[in-house]
């Protein structure tokens, strides 16, 4: 298989989430009216309504079922599965060693608030050198809406990896990124250094509740359990090892622990997804579908009321193709 594409998706009894269904829904029918051959595989956490595979059957699309969230999670941390689990996303790098099964020369990853507007091949194609390509994260020092240090504090992420003598690996956003060169199989291997970052990170904001500026964010999924248990749940193996937290939004968990792992695993070649090709957050809402010569949006979740209007306007009525207004429609 020279060419794959996956999603992930995690929901439960307790909180169904139609809103990441629809989505997941809008984003393979969107790259289908554009490309009808290259595999799309859907992993799938906890309890998945079976609407997901009667909905998702006309795209032929593979859905892997991996069973339950925490159980992985339990596998990978035994120490801190009971606090990582109540962060939701970090099933998405946990596929990673099926993924590597089935033999990929380039994997693009892909959340569930993207869209497309043109055929993925043509993104595979001209990015191909690389090992890793991603946009950047909004407000990091490469971001076009400036640098928000108290957002991510690049110069805390560098000295973070020079105390774990790693690579210091640029902030990218993780929404879409396209793996290559291999580097799939090699962080296959590294799933459980991983979670592993994301725990320290955990621990370290368990140990500093939220103030000042971070407090805006709130304090991410989990800690509050964690700080209350501490002593029950972290034991003397662990006492130490906090890592200092980058960043004032406790949310974006799993990108930093992300990037820590890329420079652990050292050598990794990255560059920026170019902005002509990717979009990202509301940078659509000031382009006209008229002029439209990129390939995908990752539109974040809470910019999809604003998209679903762009996509309903006068102009994009026109020239939208009937696939995606009956997406949005629907």
Partial sequence: MNRLVCYSLALSE??????????????????RTYNTTVPIVVFTYGSIPRE????????RVFIKHQGSYSSRLAQLAPAGWQTLSQYPVLHKFLNLNEIASYRPGQVLCLDCDTLFFSDVDALFSSCRDADCYAREEPTCARSHYGYDQNYVDEEALAAISRQEA????????????????????????????????????????AMNPVEGVAAAYGEGFGISYLRDY???????????????????????????????????????SYRDFSP????????????????????????????MGRLEEWLRGSQAENETPAEEREAVAT
């Fill in 166 to 205: 790693i690579d210091f690996v640029a902030p990218f956003n993780v929404g879409v990124v396209l793996l290559n060169n291999g580097l799939v199989e090699r962080l296959a291997s590294a799933q459980q250094l991983f979670v592993d970052y994301a725990w320290r990170f955990a621990l370290w904001m």
């Fill in 276 to 303: 002509a090709d990717v979009l990202q957050n509301g940078e659509i809402l000031s382009r006209k579908r008229t002029e439209c010569d990129w390939v995908l949006c990752h539109y974040f979740s809470q910019n």
């Fill in 14 to 31: 307790a909180e169904p989430r139609p809103d990441l269904v629809r989505q997941l829904e809008w984003s393979v029918r969107s790259l």
């Fill in 230 to 268: 501490f002593d029950r749940l972290v034991g003397r193996a662990d006492r130490g090892r906090e890592l200092a937290y980058p960043s004032s939004n406790r949310w974006i968990l799993e990108q930093v622990a992300l990037w820590m792992t890329l420079g652990k695993l050292g050598s990794v």
């Fill in 52 to 59: 997901v595979s009667r909905t998702l059957e006309p795209f």
